[in-house]
């Protein structure tokens, strides 16, 4: 988990408008953007595609073009950036991104949202400290993930 800077104002709640979707009101599969080579990125990833039975979300990394095409430009530093969630109600970020993730995912992982019960600025300020820090602590890999096969239907590039 990183901290991409999706930029947000107060009246959105941590979330920027998700484009042509939530224009249309048409259904869009979630998408969980990721730093395709941050240790600990990937390991959120692969927790959620263990956990994600149904099929729900979709992936892609914050340096692929899915990336490029729907979010705002991301800032030249990586340690900024951050998991972007996207669904039909908006694009989140941050502590809100992870959170709705695991609302999301439904079972006990919807105890953890729990945590949005801490005020934003406590759970964004401990998300930043990670998402600072992630690439000494949990390692960068030299290229973004590959998909397994099984796995390819689920990642935009």
Partial sequence: MNSATVPASPETDG?????AAAAHHEPEPPIIF?????????????????????????????????????????????????????????????SDAVLRVLRRL?????????????????????????ARNRYRWFGKRPACRLPTPEERARFLP
């Fill in 106 to 130: 439904g079972g006990w992982w919807r105890v953890l949202a729990v945590l949005e019960c801490v005020p934003r600025p406590i759970r964004d300020g401990v998300y930043r400290l990670v």
């Fill in 15 to 19: 979330r920027v408008a998700s484009g």
């Fill in 34 to 94: 990721f730093d395709g080579v941050c240790g600990l990125c990937n390991r959120f990833v692969d927790t959620v595609l263990r956990a994600d039975r149904k099929g729900i979300f979709r992936f892609a990394p914050l340096q692929g073009e899915t990336a490029k095409v729907l979010l705002t430009p991301l800032p030249e530093d990586d340690r900024t950036w951050s998991v972007v969630y996207r669904d039909a109600q908006g694009t989140f970020r941050e």
